[in-house]
Nanobody
Framework: QVQLVESGGGLVQAGGSLRLSCAAS????????MGWYRQAPGKQRELVAT???????NYADSVKGRFTISRDNAANTVNLQMNSLKPEDAAVYYC?????????????WGQGTQVTVSA
């Protein structure tokens, strides 16, 4: 069973920065894609950023230029550097890992970490 453990959430003022980390219980090379999603109260969970095994990245338009996703293969972690935070970035942030080249496919989630941005 794969475990994903997020850390780094908290309270920050608008314009500030936070760095989220997701630690996987096994080698992150085993996942095709890892990423971060977020869910604000009353809203659907949405994609924030993803990174593939090969290092290709994808970002939601709302965070482009402010957030950076990266992976530390040696530490089996995926990080999300969040700069210039806005109140609308406040949400629970979830780490995700996908295996899509097997049958069945696998989709793993962390428990989430709260990010609060004060105006």
């Amino acid at each position: 069973q794969v475990q994903l453990v997020e850390s780094g959430g908290g309270l920050v003022q608008a314009g500030g920065s936070l760095r989220l980390s997701c630690a996987a219980s096994r080698s992150i090379f085993s996942f095709n894609t890892m990423g971060w999603y977020r869910q604000a109260p009353g809203k659907q969970r949405e994609l924030v950023a993803t990174i593939t095994r090969g290092g290709s990245t994808n970002y939601a338009d709302s965070v482009k230029g402010r957030f950076t996703i990266s992976r530390d293969n040696a530490a089996n972690t995926v990080n999300l550097q969040m700069n210039s935070l806005k109140p609308e970035d406040a949400a629970v942030y979830y780490c995700n890992a996908k295996i899509v080249d097997t049958i069945p496919r696998y989709d793993y989630w962390g428990q989430g970490t709260q990010v609060t941005v004060s105006a």
